[in-house]
């Protein structure tokens, strides 16, 4: 059955450091793989999401991960974090468009800033 | 375009009441996942539909059920509330079809039950 590890429950970081959130899977077959932001009381917005191509995928607001298939890894990165960053990270796996099986998530990482 | 729409955002209902929850998604996804998030148990999968059809089911008890209408709006109900089901209840409407895959969601729906 497929599953998501986020082994991280909570980060702080300073305000302008680096950040790397991780995130392992278990999935039969090729991953859809996806990162939700979710600041307090609202809905899921994408971060990014892969499926295919490179291995390193940008999204919205400075992130990027990197698939590693070898170490069944979807590791989260930005360079500088804001203070707006802080939110709670959730990393899902689930099937392409024509797929049938549900989006599994991790248990989520909470992101908190300092200045 | 729009995005995917819930509502009511927020409900108080009493213990063995019964609550009807909605979801619009955006225009031209078939498919809708409901999922319900609690700070003790995360993101649980209820239940998949796509054309009016449930696809899939999570492990809930049956007093968790859904439907979706021609349009592909969704409703999902829940019956003989409990304590535990106080949750924020999240929709998500997915693409079936082309190169822009993904599930959005919408804001949610918080449910308190006392």
């Known amino acids: 059955a497929q599953s998501v590890t986020q082994p991280d429950i909570h980060i702080t970081v300073s305000e302008g450091a680096s950040l790397e959130l991780r995130c392992n899977y278990s999935?039969?077959?090729?991953?859809?793989l996806f990162w939700y932001v979710q600041s307090p009381g609202q809905g899921l917005q994408l971060l990014l999401k892969y499926f295919s191509g490179d291995t390193l995928v940008q999204g919205i607001k400075g992130f990027e991960a990197e698939f590693k298939r070898s170490q069944s890894s979807f590791n989260l990165r930005k360079p500088s974090v804001h203070w707006s960053d802080a939110a709670e990270y959730f990393c899902?796996?689930?099937?392409?468009?024509?797929?049938?099986?549900?989006?599994?998530f991790g248990k989520g990482t909470r992101l908190s800033v300092i200045a | 375009k729009a995005g995917v729409t819930q509502t009511p955002r927020y409900l108080i209902k009493t213990r063995g009441q019964q609550v009807t929850l909605s979801c619009s998604p955006i225009?031209?996804?078939?498919?809708v996942s409901w999922y319900q998030q609690t700070p003790g148990q995360g993101l649980q999968f209820l239940f998949e539909?796509?054309?009016?059809?449930?696809?899939n089911k999570g492990n809930f008890p049956g007093r968790f059920s859904g439907r979706q209408f021609s349009n592909s709006r969704s409703e999902m109900n829940v019956s003989t509330l409990e304590l535990g089901d106080s949750a924020l209840y999240l929709c998500?409407?997915?693409?079936?079809?082309?190169?822009?895959?993904?599930?959005?969601f919408g804001s949610g729906t918080r449910l308190t039950v006392v």
């Open positions: 998500a409407s997915r693409a079936t079809s082309g190169t822009n895959y993904g599930y959005t």
């Open positions: 899902a796996v689930g099937p392409g468009n024509s797929g049938n099986t549900p989006l599994v």
């Open positions: 225009s031209g996804h078939r498919s």
């Open positions: 999935y039969g077959a090729t991953p859809y």
């Open positions: 539909y796509f054309s009016e059809t449930q696809r």
